[in-house]
């Protein structure tokens, strides 16, 4: 706790904090479709994925060292709006057999693929009614699901992961409320870490935010440090697989130009087909120096879902 | 179609079906407990999971293929019992901003743990009452979820995969309904493959059984192929991490002895500390004749859960 | 079951069943707005629930008889597309206190509003995207309720209610197939009963419908009958407060003439303001013949829900 | 508000606070089975629902007045441990038919029988392990709901309906919190009404607690006045059909003698098969002085349910 309220004391580092007030507007559907990918296309960055970066993202295994990045799922996870995250036990029939068996299992209620560390699909978000590719939303939702863009599509993405450590390069624990991640902010940290982002990458940003988690779950959901949208365009013309961070929306939330929401989550999900992956736990990753890894995530294969709970791990 | 009903014709080679029934009953407490890794442990065979390991897996990725072993999750799989997974869809709100944003999401109502392809953990099966290292259930079940032996203290398992494909070794394309696969069967397939298990392996036995998923799936959940007791205890005595199949119990169901209640669930999960990993999609695993694979899985780290869906992959 | 059977030689009485086709369509906003209650009404026929009316009811009790109208709540009832009823049981804490006290209770999930013998609410149905009170869905609808229009604004309805056995006066248990109940069989069956409709009648159809319940669920859910378009228009002018019937639609459905989809939901729910009650268990009363009594109904008040499974009686 | 913190001023009123605590433990189970209606009844005390007394109630109707007794549900009701009630809107299909007709329905999740205003089935409560008529819960326990003393069993109860104003006979506008009401409160405020309680009646205690509701949810679950054991061992011997508050528990809880837990939930389920109706809304009933009345409640016909959401009404 004392760490955290020491954060105020360096805020006068990011003396530009609000300087930067973005106008940006989504492009026209004619700029931003049909997808690099064609237009029938549902994968997006993962078409990323390919031989020849499972192979780049294995050689990274070079200690055998496993960090995970996903918190535990719970009730007393923070959570976004009216969103919940319920487990009810069923517990043991009488035993079975001669061999006694018993049994439990439970019932979960919950947004499965908007909870927790979670991983964004295309289904999720969108510019007016249209999804990834110019889909409009309302051609492929029904009330179990959609018929396209859903999570399903997915499956494990093993690609390169770096970590770019914002805060350790801002000299802080944590990056104050409501900072905006700029461009050179990202470049600086690359550039201390001696790193660059290559195609396919999966990258962390690490804003040191989710030392809030279950301590101060209102603050963290309110306010958060993350990039904006010149550093999600430039990220996206690295040609980023996803942006992972260790805030609930990855952006800076709410954005500094009050017009303006979420803007992030349309230039990743919407314009460029990249996945968003939230409320990342990077604490581990970022105190052990590990920026480049071998980074793994599952998505559960969802029917239709607009995103997944996961529990992802960096190798190294 | 036409080739499940060609199965019939080859049940002749499996004239010993009904000959091997078992008399196996469930070691004594004191026998079973403390666990090989301390009467404290809730990890069981995850503690296969180390640097070495890890390397030994990764080592196993040469060509950067990916296969996926997990079935799409929907309303329409086989179900075993009163389970369900039902998704309802969460439209977009009116847009936001400037920038037009929308979002859908869903919630959904599962047994979150034991649907689809799943992950058994401790928490899931007992003998009498009694859990893996012979905590009893009782002691730490609360209404929503148990204070020991949850799927939470698992992470992501990555470790050497293979296959031991019974069915070709059987020359079929699925093996009988309530066929009992034997230590020979398991035997006979792996020197067919050259191959031999190792200490933290995942093993996987194809049974061909999975052709039945989303076709039959009443047929799917009943009187399922799998090994008996024998072959789970051999293959426990193999020191693997997890018995994984594309059938919903891993082990004949119901057992030929019919006294008996699912007792390799008990060897694995409650006397061993091995993991079940059911359902599985193993048919392209087999078709490719890829035996032995880096093998990755990542259970949602659900607090107090007796288990996880999930969508594991191989990688060669 | 014999019974069932023998409906097939009936059907002959019903010669003119696809003749009446109708081609019927909704008024247009300026016609249907503002309600005969007002702009911003949102009780509709509940407004005829006042005290003279409670009166009038009350003195329909004359025997001390109550004949349930409502079908158990269960998972095996016949659900409608994919509506579900779920019941997970939680079972006992230990006992607490030296008085040993131990605790149930369940979770459930389903479609509250709209499974077993349910009563509708102005929020479920409207025409072109308007609601009762030309109140537009996308005005009031949130993820989590309708900000207007919603059941918790009905509360109790206590009013003399009216059988109209319509397979009585037919001749025969139960109505046939796809059979449109006309304003003919309406009034024959009334005048049969030596009974006539009053302003703010619960009305309730006996089509013996209701045997199938429970016995061949997928035939219950298929080709109903029920009142048409006319026969809903004939009781909406006899000011009724609510249409009840022994089927999952209350109306014909489908309706004969293909291009309409359930007209007698938007005669009913948006253009009159008059409640719908589904599913209902009318066979005792049929049997009874119990025609005229004190009916009453408690809808849950279901903040923003569109309607409320219901457990009504009548009362003699 | 005001009135709230008032009440601090009139706590001395209630010098006998805490003098009072009990030493009351369950009979043993030959003392209180067979219950009075025989070792196989399911109903307890709605066996006093006959046609005697319907029509006793239907002549306390003499204005037409009715009074709704049940809160509305929402997410926003105070509710006790874990329990939930969430609606999640399942918004309109596209329109069907030349009609244009659009539906919209929800899905909720929750404890339906023990949230909001809610009436306890005998499945709810237990002594050690047996129910009412020492029926055993694991007898009788599934997953999926109870095998007998469901909610389903008991269906409308009408019946005289009395409400002891106890709050007005002690001039306050709200009990203290952690107030047991006595035996002699009860028979002074009816005195001070005029009334006598009869066999078969609805017996409903104002607390004034129900201010609290939705204004301080916290303060509502927690000290709630209400009666103890030796009240509510005399309530039973007047034979009522139910007892009703403005609390979370009718009864004083925690309980003033520390050992106890809610003796009152084993007096009225399990030892006398009386109902609990607790969370009532009795503010208006109080106001307008209407003390004697028809009650009306209909449980949801849930089969095996421990209980059910209702909204009871009072008519006079």
């Known amino acids: 706790m004392h ?3 020491g954060i105020a004391l360096v805020v006068g580092t990011f003396a530009a904090l609000s300087a930067q007030a973005q106008s940006w507007s989504p492009p026209p559907a004619d700029k931003r479709c049909p997808s690099k990918w064609g237009a029938t296309d549902e994968r997006g960055a993962a078409n990323y994925m390919n031989p020849a970066n499972v192979l780049r993202a294995s050689k990274l295994i070079k200690t055998g060292g496993v960090i995970e990045l996903g918190h535990v799922l719970s009730s007393s996870m923070p959570f976004f709006g009216a969103r919940r995250f319920e487990i ?59 018929t396209k863009l859903g999570i399903e599509n997915i499956g494990m993405l093993f690609t390169r992961g770096v970590l770019i450590d914002v805060a350790a390069a ?47 779950n209102a603050r963290y959901n309110s306010n958060t440090p993350g990039i904006g949208a010149p550093a999600g365009e430039w990220l996206a013309a690295r040609e980023a697989m996803l942006f992972g961070a260790d805030t609930f929306a990855v952006e800076v939330a709410p954005n500094p130009d009050k017009s303006l929401s979420l803007p992030v989550h349309q230039i990743a999900l ?41 529990a992802p791990v960096a190798m190294y």
């Open 3 to 5: 760490r955290i309220q």
């Open 88 to 146: 009810h036990t069923k517990r043991t029939s009488p035993t079975l057999g001669t061999n006694k068996r018993m049994g439990n299992e439970e019932v979960v209620m919950t947004e499965l693929g908007q909870v927790g560390t979670q991983f964004d699909m295309f289904a999720h978000q969108g510019i007016d009614g249209e999804l990834y590719n110019c889909i409009k939303s309302d051609d492929i939702a029904t009330r179990n699901g959609f």
């Open 170 to 216: 801002k000299g802080v624990d944590m990056l104050p409320s409501g900072y905006e991640i700029t461009v050179a902010d990202l470049q600086q940290a690359l550039e201390r870490q001696g790193l660059r982002l290559e195609r396919g990458d999966a990258v962390l940003i690490h804003s040191g935010w989710g030392k809030l988690w279950g301590v101060d």
């Open 270 to 310: 919407v314009i460029n087909g990249i996945f968003l992956l939230e409320n990342m736990k990077l604490d581990e990753l970022a105190a052990k120096k590990v920026y480049e890894f071998a980074f793994a995530v599952q998505p559960l294969k969802i029917k239709g879902g607009t995103g997944s709970t996961v």
